[in-house]
């Protein structure tokens, strides 16, 4: 007989998990060997448009796992499986070659992937199996928080401040979940199991393949496991910014000065809107794929003020981080409470008929970073190289699709999820929801951010976009935000770089115009 934790591409880790905790303690109670089971499922990667990025970084994560299980003697089997609707049937196969007893996994909440376990769990039940299913992704788990009249939350503000209480009225929330023991000495003998777990993790899988040099530049800048997540969160809460960091390098890279007062999440609040500094933590990569709990990211920030309490609100740098953090839980409460956001559909239906362009040179100037925007440009060429993006900018350059260009949520939506090794349905969905004016408390479709003043807030010593714009490498204060509108003809026209697509005025009428009145021009 055995135990299984099924261990997914969102809770890639081995300490404070709470389905492989309740595994390991199942499986020493009855003297049974734990397996943990990890399935590649390409369908699905098509089905979310994952890029080969976080794709990569998978599996550089999953080798970080399989080292630590290794220590403890568990094994680790990978199967790379298709078609994705015979997952379940294929699991509990697995279930019955090993004696499974119990199976345990953490939630997924995106729709195919419930569908998926319910259906494993009615099979399972049918041959008298268990299977278990945690909350572990979240802080405060969806369903939990409702208003007054037992509605669902759709705005952030009210549902936060319950966030908040509902955690500091139970810490238990965020206790640490047991780190599994290693396996029981009498039941180490793999052998039992056939050649299954000599299986090593793939170097690649088919169809998600990266290039070289894209790779080699990935692991530097993103290095995989739970240690180094640990490390990228400690230098947030201990390190300074680093002013002329403009997130070339890793988080991890030298030379980050050590600072008790001043440290980066302590001058959260004032600075994190920057995207010329390294002012944000940089954990969307570790977060989303869950190298790393959540919950222990708010425990450090407690530890950190040496509080009993979880701070939350917006005073204080810490206080604005956590809401940061809750905001990822409050996008998944969306998601599972409105699953027709992963649908492609608008949260607030009103806006389903919203008339689009659809100009595809103006979308392929979008991806290329050759709009003629300077920030748009610098946002988009940083996902392209980096895979990764500040949020400020990430907000600019989904305002500019949807409203300067017209063009469809959904199309830069994909996008993102293709270029991102933070690629997350739901804060994806949301942050773009939010930027079209469709989400749930999104910005009103009438309040257009001016890309060339947000420029001037989001980079104001314009060390981003000289940065990531080499054709505007030698420009300076405002002409380098705009530099059309600032320079003479002859001069612009030597610097190589575009003339901007439309003009923002002409496009923001046009787009309230179309919010305005959906379904007419
Ligand atoms: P920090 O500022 O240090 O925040 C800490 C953590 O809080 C982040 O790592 C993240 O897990 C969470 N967080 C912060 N802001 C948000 C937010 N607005 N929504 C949800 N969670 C948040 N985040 C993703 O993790 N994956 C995505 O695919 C993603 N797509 C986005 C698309 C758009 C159009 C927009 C506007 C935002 C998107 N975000 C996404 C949210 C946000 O931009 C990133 O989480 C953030 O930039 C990551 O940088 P950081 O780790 O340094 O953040």
């Known amino acids: 007989e055995s135990v299984i934790y099924w261990m997914r591409m969102q809770d890639m880790r081995i300490h404070d998990n709470r389905a492989i905790a309740m595994a390991s303690s199942q499986a020493a109670q009855d003297k049974i060997p734990l397996i943990v089971l990890f399935i590649i499922s390409p369908h699905d990667f098509e089905a979310h448009d994952r890029g080969s990025r976080r794709i990569d970084f998978?599996?550089?994560?999953l080798s970080c796992a399989k080292a630590e299980l290794d220590k403890l003697h568990?094994?680790?089997?990978?199967?790379?499986?298709?078609?994705?609707?015979?997952?379940?049937?294929?699991?509990?196969?697995?279930?019955?070659?090993?004696?499974?007893t119990h199976l345990y996994a953490n939630i997924e909440h995106e729709v195919d992937e419930l569908r998926r376990d319910i259906q494993l769990f009615d099979l399972a039940t049918k041959q008298n199996r268990q299977c278990s299913f945690l909350n572990d992704k979240l802080v405060v788990e969806p369903g939990t928080l409702k208003t007054q009249n037992g509605k669902e939350y759709t705005i952030y503000s009210p549902w936060q401040r319950k966030w908040l209480e509902t955690?500091?009225?139970?810490?238990d929330r965020i206790k640490e979940a047991p780190s599994p023991s290693a396996n029981n000495p009498a039941t180490r003998d793999h052998s039992?199991?056939?050649?299954?777990?000599?299986?090593?993790?793939?170097?690649?899988?088919?169809?998600?393949?990266?290039?070289?040099e894209d790779k080699?530049?990935?692991?530097?800048?993103?290095?995989a496991g739970t240690e180094a997540a640990i490390e990228v969160l400690d230098r947030f809460l201990h390190t300074k910014s680093r002013l002329s960091q403009v997130g070339d390098s890793s988080p991890l890279a030298p030379g980050a000065e050590k600072s008790d007062t001043k440290s980066r999440i302590l001058v959260y609040a004032d600075d994190r809107n920057r995207s010329d500094m390294d002012t944000s933590s940089r954990m969307s990569p570790y977060l989303a794929s869950g190298?790393?709990?959540?919950?222990?990211?708010?425990?450090?920030?407690?530890e950190l003020l040496g509080k009993k309490t979880v701070e939350g609100t917006r005073g204080s740098g810490v206080g604005m981080w956590v809401q940061e953090v809750a905001w990822r839980d409050f996008y998944t409460h969306i998601l599972a409470a409105f699953p027709r956001v992963s649908m492609g559909r608008p949260f607030q239906e009103k806006f389903a008929g919203v008339k689009w362009e659809t100009d595809k040179k103006h979308l392929e100037a979008w991806k290329e970073g050759k709009t003629g925007v300077p920030i748009v440009d610098a946002a988009m060429r940083q996902a392209k190289t980096q895979g990764w993006m500040h949020n400020r900018p990430r907000m600019i350059a989904a305002m500019y699709l949807t409203k300067d260009l017209m063009i469809d949520w959904r199309l830069g939506e994909k996008y993102f999820m293709e270029q991102f090794v933070d690629g997350d349905l739901a804060s994806n969905n949301g942050g773009w929801q939010?930027?079209?004016?469709?989400?749930?408390?999104?910005?009103?479709?009438?309040?257009?951010?001016?890309?060339?003043?947000?420029?001037?807030?989001?980079?104001?010593?314009?060390?981003?976009?000289?940065?990531?714009?080499p054709e505007l490498r030698k420009l300076k204060g405002k002409v380098l935000h705009d530099p059309v509108s600032h320079m003479p003809r002859h001069e612009f026209e030597k610097l190589?770089?575009?003339?901007?697509?439309?003009?923002?005025?002409?496009a923001r009428e046009r787009a309230v115009r179309r919010y305005k009145t959906p379904g007419e021009e």
């Not at 000599?198 to 393949?209: D, H, I, L, R, Y």
């Not at 469709?438 to 976009?465: H, M, V, W």
């Not at 003339?499 to 923002?504: A, G, I, K, Q, T």
Request: charged share 25%.
């Open 58 to 61: 998978m599996l550089r994560n």
């Open 74 to 100: 568990i094994p680790l089997y990978i199967l790379t499986h298709k078609p994705r609707k015979d997952i379940p049937r294929k699991v509990l196969e697995l279930m019955e070659s090993w004696r499974a």
């Open 167 to 171: 955690l500091n009225n139970n810490l």
């Open 192 to 212: 039992v199991y056939g050649p299954l777990f000599s299986s090593p993790v793939p170097e690649f899988v088919e169809g998600f393949q990266l290039a070289t």
């Open 216 to 223: 080699a530049r990935m692991e530097k800048l993103w290095p």
């Open 291 to 302: 190298v790393i709990s959540a919950r222990y990211c708010i425990r450090k920030t407690m």
């Open 434 to 469: 939010w930027s079209a004016s469709t989400g749930t408390d999104a910005q009103p479709y009438f309040r257009i951010f001016n890309p060339y003043l947000q420029s001037e807030k989001a980079d104001p010593s314009g060390d981003y976009i000289r940065h990531f714009v």
């Open 496 to 506: 190589g770089y575009p003339r901007p697509l439309v003009d923002h005025k002409v």
